[in-house]
């Protein structure tokens, strides 16, 4: 039986430039899709919340935000750090958690990035 992979190791051996084909051909890829978002998100700003990220995702992704967002926060990859209201108007502007890249999460961050003098993988 294969070990499914954690949040935090898809994230680190996952390359600097993901192809849509490589996320299509993993078995998972539409929560891979959101989790990539998530993280993504993370490295662009200093904090955000589903607000920030609900609308940029495909329809398909819809469904695994909550469950991407879960699954970083338990890996320590982005942290809990205050609450804002939310924009979706289902939820009549109850609060929702606003996040940031933890350490763990810059890590893996700083691990993707290309290092001085080694050539990206083509």
Do not use: Y
């Not at 989790?35 to 998100?41: G, L, R, S, T």
């Not at 909550?66 to 990859?77: K, Q």
């Not at 289902?90 to 893996?108: D, E, N, Y």
């Amino acid at each position: 039986m294969t070990r499914t992979l954690t949040p935090a190791e898809r994230l680190a051996a996952a390359g600097k430039d993901i192809t849509l084909d490589a996320i299509v051909k993993h078995s998972n890829w539409d929560r891979f899709l959101v989790e990539q978002a998530v993280f993504a998100f993370g490295l662009e700003r200093d904090t955000f919340s589903c607000n920030d990220i609900r609308d940029k995702l495909p329809e398909q992704g819809n469904g695994f935000l909550g469950a991407a967002v879960n699954a970083l926060r338990g890996a320590g990859i982005i942290e809990h750090v205050g609450m804002v209201p939310s924009t979706s108007g289902p939820t009549h502007g109850h609060r929702i958690a606003l996040w940031r890249l933890s350490a763990k999460g810059r890590l893996i961050a700083q691990s993707r990035r290309p290092q001085p003098g080694r050539q990206a993988a083509a």
